[in-house]
């Protein structure tokens, strides 16, 4: 082990540049597992589901950021029948709704995976665009132009969900029915209503994530098994549906792992997730920034 | 006493198959069919029961597979010893993973579990001894007697191995255990406040569940001749156990022998004749389709079938 203080600044800003983007795509299970308590484990399917459509569009020659973007509508309908479907078979049944609805989504995202494997195959997949593959130059540092792009879009995804979430009617809805639904119930609004709208928007963050995700580095459909361990580490290190948390958190993580990355070696780096959430379960499972 | 009598009855009947001339292919089904009905037992004493959701399954199955090749390796010990030593390794595993989160809610149980598996893979890959990424060659020592072979042979302990699963899944149902666990199940809250100590017996069930899965674990180096992490920790055991318990039905130990029984064996017929990743396939659409549409199981169809012709 090489220890010395530039690698340690080199980590570090790596770190920053990971740690937004693991917010980013986060971010939608803050929303969906944090603020309305869905157990979404395929949350991370469906985000590598958002990188192999952005590959499809990509190679019709556009840009992979804005394929992501277009991609956001058919997302959102995708949320909307996910969770329609999960409330009519599990929530409106209350009894037993905890291992079956994990169930369902546990087999979601193996259906997800391997429905991906049978379309394109287990090799890796990646996206061409002009600032993938070159480098900003900065002093002795090298930052790839990959990274930054998908820092730009993080930030700005992060900043725009928590200014929907605190000024808008809608935004408040939601937060509202993560507060109290019962109250909500009594106030004549439908829960069930603005819960479907809630994770239509939060599937719909997922395919601008996933986009990302294929940005920063080649995909294979077995990806998401690592995500689920980054994302869910995340969410309860936020605190389950704090947004700014999320960025905290995404932040501690990216750090975290990219300084064990640097210093330790690229097969230690995927279990800082995992360490780190079983941690925060054991010791403080209310999260660093719980409400 | 009438169950004892079958099992007895199984036995002598395996061990008959076992030194018969039939074919080698059936064996290796049969290992893997075993297998299976073996971890959905296992995964049903605390899934099942308690209504806590394992995703972990091949971690506990990985530790007892990883104790077994280190044993071998270190002493050479034999088998039973490997399985011992599995399934102890494995209960410890359970024990640790539920002190840190079965305090919780059921949802950060079942992230834990994966954490561990991950966790788990990690440290092997980067453990030398064991073979890390690449994995492990085994030469195996020589066959004991009266068996002809290697896949006979372990054949014979897999049976062996998930008839003492269900055996313990059945003690533990009827049990002042199993009654408390069910009581987790309706409704924790309640069950705390009539004085059931929840945390103890969710953790009584989760070092059971976990050193069984050590156990199952233990013989499959000894089975491949070889380990390697990647298909060790592979997630399909996860779905294996989970998909074995629901589509059985969770609520009785012959749930998940049901459920496994039809699924493994369904699965085989399709690695056969088609490939391997559509049987993985087939096993999440047949989750994802009982749990909303017979949430019960094949044990309640049955049963809703019973009362219906009544």
Known sequence: MIFSLDLLTEAVIFGVLLGCFYAAVS???????????????????????????????????????LSGVILMPAFFVLGVLI???????FEKRGSEAGVRGLAFFFGLAFIIEIGLILTFGVDQRTVRAAYIGSSWELGDYRIPYRMLVAFGVALALTLALTIYLSKTFIGRAIKAVAQDQGALRLMGANPVRIKQWAFGIATAVSALAGAMVIVVGPVEPSMDRLYIGRTFCIVVLAGLGSMTGTLASGLILGISESIVLMFFGASWAPAVAFGLLLVVLGIRPQGLFGR | MKYWISVAVILVLTLGVAL?????????????????????????????????????????????????VVLFKWLGAPLPVQIVA???MGGLLGFGVGLLTLRLRGIFFAIGTIAVIFIMETLMINWRYVGG???LQLVRPPVSVPFDTYARMLFMVIAVVAVVAVSIARYVQDSWIGRGLRAIRDSEEAAEC?????????????????????????????????????????????????????????????????????LSTLQQIITVTISGEVNVLVVGVLLVLFVVLAPEGVLGLFKRWLRSSK
């Open chain 2, 194 to 262: 009539s004085g059931v100590p929840t945390l103890r017996l969710k953790l009584i069930a989760c070092v059971i569940s976990g050193g069984l899965m050590g156990a199952v674990g233990a013989p499959m180096p000894m089975y491949l001749s070889f380990i390697e992490p990647a298909s060790t920790f592979s997630l399909n055991y996860t779905i294996a156990a989970l998909g074995g318990s629901i589509i059985g039905g969770m609520s009785h130990w012959g749930g998940p022998i049901i459920g496994a029984l039809v």
């Open chain 1, 83 to 89: 969770y329609r479907f999960y409330y009519e078979s």
């Open chain 2, 86 to 88: 599995g399934a102890v």
């Open chain 2, 133 to 135: 990424a690449t994995g």
């Open chain 1, 27 to 65: 971010i939608g299970l803050s929303v969906s597992f944090g603020l309305l308590d869905v157990p979404h484990v395929a949350h991370p399917a469906v985000m590598i589901l958002g990188s192999y459509f952005t590959y499809l569009l990509a190679n019709q020659g556009l840009d992979p950021i």
């Open chain 2, 20 to 68: 018969s001339p039939v074919n080698e292919y059936f064996f290796f089904a049969a290992y893997f069919v075993l297998t299976a009905i073996a971890l959905s037992t296992a995964w049903n004493i605390l899934g099942g029961y308690a209504g806590y959701v394992n995703f972990g399954t091949p971690a506990f199955f990985g530790v007892g597979a990883y104790t077994a």
